[in-house]
């Protein structure tokens, strides 16, 4: 299948799709946010990714699945965005070296060895047992740590940043992980077009700002994709012969397969190789089109992981419930809620392509998996 030829990592690690089966449908729901508060569990998320590559814009619509919390803390020296169901951890604050302390020692944030990764662990297992914490706090502005402020053990803890992975004491605290993997000619296009707009850098110097990075990422960012229950990759659009600038992106949602409470997502038929184009009377796309694409293969080493793809761009969100309707094991909770929450967050960068629509299944996947957790836990309850 054209669409889903053979990619490789930065490692050299391939994704070979090849057709196959074998999910199962898991039990009714149940509200995480009674049930999660009368059992005193904790759900923890990972969500790993290098700066800059849609972190913060993902968190929005995520949160906003869960049940929304602010877009910026009460606290401005706060980075802990606190809601009434889930809690966004940036593990920024866990930088054990100031801005000036990582420049005179010639480390870069990226570096395990600039972030107290013990103390994320710590925290990170106290609060998925219930207790709270005095977590550090990293100044963005001035690239200083500040006092700690007190973290209370939410319903839903998102750990989200640089190293939500890298640590296995981390990752086996984690009910599922996930992982945004941009690119480096989109990451490239990306930057160009915040950093020049936004604050007038140079090409050039954006060039060396991320040829500077890339070692360090190579060596503990990218790395842990490996252990993503699920990864959202974007990459160059195939549309468009020779193009790389990021504006219309071929976007993967890399499932795999056997994860506890997670269903992957399906195109048409389940088990099925897939390759569609939907554009016509009843989906309006403009140049270049639009092209869907399922099916199957490895992630380095892990066999049966189902992968869904589109390239290219909608023009009317409100569309979307045409493509919608055609993919099963959604997670919805009603008819159209995936069109829904895109047309409720349309402002937000990747909202007409695959990252806005794959990163809200991916919320609504997250809703689910939690309401499972807390009903075993229920359920364990009352066995007692």
Not at 9 to 26: D, E, M, V, W, Y
Not at 176 to 198: F, G, N, P, Q, T
Not at 278 to 297: D, E
Not at 336 to 345: A, N
Request: negative net charge.
């Amino acid at each position: 299948m054209a669409a889903f030829a053979a990619h490789y990592s930065p490692a050299g690690t391939a994704i070979l799709l090849r057709s196959g089966s074998g999910r199962r449908a898991f039990p009714t729901r149940v509200s995480c946010s009674v049930a999660a508060a009368a059992h005193n569990k904790t759900v923890v998320i990972g969500v790993a990714a290098d700066s800059g590559c849609g972190k913060s814009t993902f968190m929005r619509r995520l949160t906003s699945v869960l049940g929304g919390v602010p877009d910026e803390p009460p606290n401005p020296d706060s980075n802990t965005l606190v809601g009434d169901t889930a809690t966004v951890l940036c593990l920024d604050d866990y930088r054990s070296l100031d801005r000036a302390a990582r420049k005179a020692r010639g480390l870069t944030a990226l570096d395990p060895r600039a972030n107290d990764l013990d103390l994320m662990y710590e925290q990170v297992r106290a609060l998925k047992g219930g207790r709270a914490v005095d977590k550090p706090v990293y100044n963005h502005v001035t690239g200083l740590l500040g006092p700690p402020e007190r973290v209370a053990p939410p319903r839903i803890l998102l750990v989200a940043g640089l190293h939500p992975m890298y640590d296995e004491r981390v990752r086996d605290l984690l009910d599922l992980s996930i992982y945004l993997d941009i690119s480096y000619e989109v990451k490239l296009a990306w930057k160009i077009r915040r950093d020049m707009a936004e604050s007038g850098h140079s090409l050039e110097s954006i060039k060396a700002r991320i040829a500077a990075r890339k070692p360090d990422f190579d060596a503990y960012i990218d790395p842990q994709k490996q252990y993503a229950d699920a990864v959202i990759e974007v990459l160059p659009t195939q549309l468009i012969p020779g193009d790389d600038d990021g504006k219309v992106p071929r976007v993967r949602l890399i499932m795999k397969e056997g994860v506890r409470h997670f269903a992957p997502v399906y195109l048409f038929d389940e088990g099925s190789t897939i390759s569609w184009v939907p554009c016509g009377r009843k989906l309006s796309c403009s140049y270049p089109g639009i092209k869907f694409a399922y099916g199957f293969g490895t992630y380095f080493g892990h066999e049966q992981v189902s992968v869904l793809e589109m390239d290219g761009r909608f023009d009317k969100l409100d569309e979307l419930i045409y493509v919608e309707t055609h993919l099963s094991n959604l997670s919805a909770k009603f008819y159209g809620e995936v069109t829904q929450q895109m047309l409720t967050h349309a402002d937000l960068p990747g909202s007409n392509n695959g990252t806005g629509l794959f990163q809200t299944i991916v919320g609504l996947k997250i809703r689910e998996l939690c309401e499972h957790i807390v009903a075993m836990t229920a359920d364990d309850a009352v066995e007692v």
